[in-house]
Each structure stands twice: as C-alpha cells, then as structure tokens.
C-alpha cells in the first residue's frame, strides 16, 4: 500500500501562541478512512489546513502521493485533495448549487460545454441532482454541506478532508452526510482516501483508524474497536465514549468489547433471555 | 427588508426572462438616458407606452411592481413638494403668504413624477426577470474593453457577484445579532437620536466581524478549490445573443426614433 499522506517531523507555531506541533509525524494510506480526534484547540483543524497548504509550516515535510509539499507543488497538490469546512455557509461561492459545482471546474479551465454532465454526475452522487437551480439560503445545512462534498467530487479527488463538516448540522443533516460519505467509500473503495476530523465519537467510529491529538501531539493511533477499549486513557484527553460503550462502562460489565449501538443492543437482549 | 422588490430577481416566464441579460442592462441605460430629455406629453406617454409594453412582456402581475414603488412613495411625494413650491413661474394658482404654486411648477411636479416612476419601473423590470449572477457576468462581458486599460474586470465582476450572493447571508445574520441585542435589553427604537445612534454600534461590531471571518473562510475553500486568478477561468454559463435580443434591440431602435421625433415636434 502506498501512502496518500505522510507527514514527518512536521513542527509549526502559530503567529502568535506559541508551538502547536513538534516534531509530528502520521501517515494515511491510500484507500483508507481516517478520524482524526481531539478536543478543542488540539490543533486538529490546523493540521487539515497545513496539509492543504493554507498555513506555511515552520519544518519538517509532508507529501502528498510522494510529492513534497512547496510552493510549486501546492496546485498539483490541491488537485488531489479536496476538503469540505465547518461552516456550510462560508464554502458555497455560486450563486445556485450548479454554479457552486461550476465554481472548481472553472478555476480547472474545464470546456463550458463539458460542464453540465459533470455537474450532474457529481450532484447525483451526493443526492442533489434534483436542487440544481436552488439558491444557497433556501438549502439546510446538511444539504449545503452535501453541495460543498459534490463541487469537490466534480474535481475527481484522491482524498477528501472533512474538516467537522458536520458540527454545525441538526441530527437528520447530520446523518445524511454521514450517509453519503458511506456510500462514496463504497462506491470508491480503495480509490478515495477520507479523512474526517471531528470530536463526534459515533462519527470517529465510522472510520478504519482512529488518531487522537492532543495539544499537537499525536496520542493514539488505531482502529475504533481498540481506541474505544481505552476510556479512561480517553476521558483523560477530554473526550467522550460513544454511546454503546459509555452504556457498556456504566453497566460494569466485565471484559467489554468495542460494541456498535446496534451490536450492544442484540447482544443486550440475548443477555435478557 | 424582505419585501422589497427593487433588485430582486423573480422567476417567471415571460419572454424579458429570455433575452440575453446584456441586452436588457443596454435597453435600461438606453431608456433612462432618453428619459431624462422627455419634455412634452407626448413623449412621456409614448415612453410610458413602452414601458407597458415590457411589463406585459415580464408577464409578472402588476401588484409586484406596485410593491416596487411603494417603498419610494415618500420620495416621490417630497420631490413633488419641492417642484409645486419653488419653481416659480406665472400665472400663480394659489399662494400662502410667501409660497407660491404656479401652473409650471403643477406641470413639472407632474412630469417628474412620471418620469421617476417610469425609471424605477423600467429598473424594476430589469431586476426582476434578471438573476444577480446573469447581471454579474453581463457587466463583465460588457466592460471587457476596458481590459485595454488594466481594469481588472473579470476580478470586479467575481467580486461582485459573491457580494451579491452574500446579501440574504448578512441580512439573516442582522437579523440575528439584532434579535440577540433586544433581548439582553437594546433598544433601537426608543431614547433620543444619539442614543439610538449608539445603539446600532453593538449591531455593526459583531456583524463586520463575523463579514470578516466569512472572507477568510471563502479564501480557503476557494483556494482548496483551485482558484487562483480571475483571469482565464472557463464559463459555466456563457452569454449568447438570440434572435430575441434581435427583437429587443429593434424595438429600443423604434422607441428612440419615436422619441427623438416627437421631442422635436413640441
């Protein structure tokens, strides 16, 4: 397996508070899903934004597909990454869902003919197809955030950053991203490497690896089944158990295992009979 | 702030829908421009005559545009004010003291009012059947020329058309900060006009700071996006002229000629 990302001794400050990351190194395989966790101010998101090349880092290297990140790499580079933000609002430039699809395929010098299929084909991808000629502000968030997904999808990504791209969403938005991101992975497979930041336990746990980050320091480093074993080490670091194994934990049952909701619920009532 | 219909684009389905939005900004220019030497009857019914015309053809019911000048309605009625009083003239109608209404001034009360409703209507229509973004990129192509002399108008139009977009956002979050500050207590209504100067202080700062933070965060998306410069992006939606653009500009052509005609005539 090749690495989508490698990120070596990576060390940065910010302007003015001080170091974030010394020495920081964390690679992604390509195909792979990734979480990336840690509470407020953990330097989670500035991370995403280092990978991208929107903040300048002091040393150490990262590569994106074994290309170094610099200067003249940077728009290679952000032809290969795409990345949905927080706020649904500030990332729509178009004045409707298509024009915001278009706004990526013009910067590529796409031909204008070539434009509408590939719109349509990106849209019918995250299920917004039928919102086309929608202005922004008469979109939900969850559908805003969907429309952000498919103006990156038009631009036939390798890996995308979800940098909590649904933290700002109600639960039905929410779940719909979530959702869609599923089936994209499907659909993909080893093709798309994603990577979601987020402090959403439920959500992390979606994810083949989970890495926790605290203060610039990377602190965990595996797969949900395992990570979750680890609540004390866990709350420690300021963050919460998903559901299913918080229960497991209040219930004091002996030799817990990692448990979805679903998996803790039959084997809840098996327990009853 | 929602229920006013000067620049709002509605969508519809009369044929103004389907010119080239170019055309349309050149037929109001056009109109406004040969408005403003109107000076008989003639021409200001021949003008109205026209402008009836489009509206039918916007095929909008009239009570969109009546909500289009209704906002207006106090200037109209203080130009009007100004024109009955001070323009002088003989025969005097009727006099209070000093002030004086004369027949002219009857007459140019009128006709400014006509004509300032006739240029708000014409305006209207233009905004109405033309989305934002259409008029956006119509300016663009339109002021191409002036590339000859580094006017960064492909950067201009970008910059306009994302303001455009960002309009409802603001006005929304306005709403919201102006919400928040009632309830700790502000009032924008009540105390004297400095202090309701002051008021609005505690509005505009978190407004202009989150504006701010809205700039930075398009940037990047922006950026992640591949944008780079203005200049030589490709169009999704590229400007053609059609036969009915043809029309149009035929019809302005017929509406000048009987314009200029029948000014010279009174």
Do not use: C
């Not at chain 1, 003919?113 to 939900?140: C, F, N, W």
């Not at chain 2, 005559?49 to 009546?66: C, D, I, N, R």
């Not at chain 2, 303001?163 to 500050?181: C, H, S, Y």
């Not at chain 2, 410069?229 to 017929?254: I, M, Q």
Request: hydrophobic content about 50%; overall charge neutral.
């Amino acid at each position: 397996m090749t690495d989508a990302i490698t990120i070596k001794n990576l060390t940065y400050s910010y302007p003015e508070q001080g170091q974030l990351f010394d020495n920081f190194s964390l690679s992604i395989q390509e195909g792979e899903w990734l979480s990336i966790v840690g509470h407020n101010g953990s330097g989670k998101s500035t991370l995403a934004k280092l990978i991208l090349g929107l903040l300048d880092f002091d040393e150490g290297e990262i590569r994106v597909f074994g290309q170094k990140l610099q200067l003249e790499t940077l728009a290679a580079i952000r032809s290969q990454v795409g990345m949905v933000f927080q706020n649904p609002d500030n990332q729509f430039v178009g004045a409707t869902v298509a024009d915001d699809v278009a706004f990526g395929l013009e910067n590529r010098q796409v031909p204008s003919e070539e434009m509408p299929a590939m719109i349509e084909a990106a849209l019918k991808q995250v299920g917004m197809a039928a919102y086309a000629d929608r202005e922004p502000h008469t979109l939900s968030g969850g559908q805003k955030q969907r429309v952000a997904l498919a103006s990156i999808l038009a631009l036939q990504p390798k890996v995308i950053i979800l940098d909590e791209a649904t933290a700002m969403l109600d639960p039905e938005g929410k779940q719909a991203v979530l959702q869609t991101l599923k089936q994209l992975k499907e659909r993909y497979q080893s093709k798309l490497t994603l990577i979601m930041i987020t402090h959403d336990m439920e959500e992390a746990a979606l994810a083949d690896r989970v890495a926790v980050i605290d203060d610039g320091r990377l602190v965990e480093n595996e797969a949900p089944r395992a990570l979750f074993l680890k609540g004390q080490e866990l709350a420690a670091l300021g963050l919460a158990l998903p559901f299913a194994m918080a229960l497991q934990k209040d219930l004091a049952i002996d030799q817990p295992v990692y448990r979805t909701k679903q998996e803790l619920a039959t084997w809840l009532s098996k327990l009853k009979a | 702030m929602n229920n006013l219909v000067i620049g709002q684009f509605v969508p519809g389905s009369g044929i103004l829908y389907k010119l080239d939005p170019r055309t349309k900004i050149l037929m109001t220019i056009a109109y406004v421009f040969l408005l403003v030497f109107a000076n008989s009857w003639p021409t200001y019914l021949w003008s109205a005559a026209f402008l009836l015309m489009a509206l039918v053809l916007t095929k909008q019911g009239l009570g969109l545009y009546w909500r289009g000048i209704k906002p207006i309605l106090w200037l109209i009625l203080f130009t009007v004010v100004l024109q009955l009083l001070f323009s002088g003239g003989t025969p005097v109608l009727f006099a209070f003291g000093p002030v004086k209404v004369t027949l002219p001034g009857l007459i140019n009360a009128f006709y400014v009012v006509v004509r300032f409703v006739l240029i708000v209507l014409m305006s209207t229509i233009l905004t109405i059947t033309t989305p934002p973004t259409a008029i956006a990129s119509a300016i663009e192509s339109l002021l191409k020329p002036l590339k000859v002399v580094k006017v960064p108008v492909s950067e201009l139009a970008l910059m306009l058309s994302i303001a455009l977009r960002f309009v409802p956002l603001l006005m929304g979050e306005t709403d919201k900060i102006m919400k928040a500050q009632k309830s700790r207590g502000m009032s924008l209504s009540t105390g004297s006009l400095i202090k309701r100067a002051k008021a609005v202080v505690p509005l505009l700062v978190p407004l202009f700071v989150g504006a701010l933070q809205r700039a930075l965060d398009l940037a990047n998306a922006m950026e992640v996006r591949g944008f780079e410069s203005a200049e030589g992006r490709t169009r999704y939606r590229e400007l053609s002229y059609s036969k009915a653009d043809a029309w149009a500009f035929g019809a302005v052509l017929v509406f000048a000629f009987g314009f200029i005609a029948l000014n010279f005539v009174s």
